[in-house]
């Protein structure tokens, strides 16, 4: 079983790490956040270096796209043609969950004692500026300010259950044929299904055939959802904008302007009723079950009330009796819930680490413990696969994948 630390140096590749040398050969958005964080604990230039690289994908208009092809390769679909964004170096043309402001911030918080660790914060802080500005102007819904996510992948949740009605909705029409790689790396019950994978490159085709252009897209977009994962990550991520503008000694005005926003339009998304955070489908308006794992990236956010913190737990504990560990990717209560098919019911260390953080931060340090005691048992029975099953602890997906090493360096101490 290759160790944490192992897993990071055999992925990386220089200035930037892939989250696996088989399934994904290039630079993720997220991925590059959550990887920074293990290179901290390693040699904290090489952390830095990983976000300066994630940032040379960014857009004139501030977006950060999700993908950073920094080099070529066959071994990932879609490739940098699909796309077609004639940009330099070749990137995807959507987003991802807004993670990396936070991460800059526990960073730049973790060497306030270094000059030098002050000034890598400081390179960074205009595309981080940039990239909230695109998410609070050309991806704001106007009635709500919650964000849109035009693509499953923007979610970072691919086939998580709630996207099924509004991906079944997006016309597929007649795709120019195309052939799938992930399959070949992971058995494909593990896998997104070849009907989503249709819809999925049928909304990159038609994103593509409006060039990318924003104000067209948040009008038609043919998938257009106010996901819970991406707003609260969002609303967090304005918070510790706000956090690192102080560090920085910079204006804070935009920042607390968009961070009042996003704490604000967050609250669109509870529903007292079943005592949880649902995302929602932005054409139809109607909220998206059944509750995922990141109808608990709320608790992250750090900007909901503790009586929703204490809903929230109060549901954690029914999942772990039911599914066996936490945070398994579905509602184990819901049809849906399958504990082997990616983002359908498997447990993930990124959306772990997040809602043990939030966990902690609001108080509830018995069951942020429970989460890390998961986490940690899955790791050490499995080694750093990409997903696990809840119900058997069966290691899932690629081998050696990037984030659940980091992770089980920077949160874990595990190697
Ligand atoms: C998959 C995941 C996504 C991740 C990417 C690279 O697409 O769904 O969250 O960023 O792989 O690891």
Redesign the pocket.
Known sequence: MTSAEGVLRLNDRGDFTV??ASL?PFQ?L??AAFIALGWSTIDPARAWDELDSVVRGQWDDGMMPHVVYHHPSALYFPDPDIWDVGRTPPTSGIT?PPVLTSVVLALARAGTSDPATLERARRLWPALLACHHWFHTARADPSTGLVASFHP?ET???NSPPWDGPLARVPVGELAPYERKDTVAVAAEQRPTTKEYDAYVAIVMHMRSVAYDQRVLLERAPFAVADVGTNAILARADADLVELARLLDVDTAAAEAWAASSRQSLQELWDGASGCFCSRDLRTGTALGPATGASFLPLWSSVISSSQADALCHHLARWESAAGALVPSTDPFSPAYDTSRY?RGPVWLNVNWMVAEGLRATGNDGLAGRVADHSGRLVTHSGMREYFDPASGAGLGAADFGWTAALARYWLEMD
């Open positions: 989250p696996s994904y993720w997220w991925d991802q992948w970072g949740m691919d983002w």
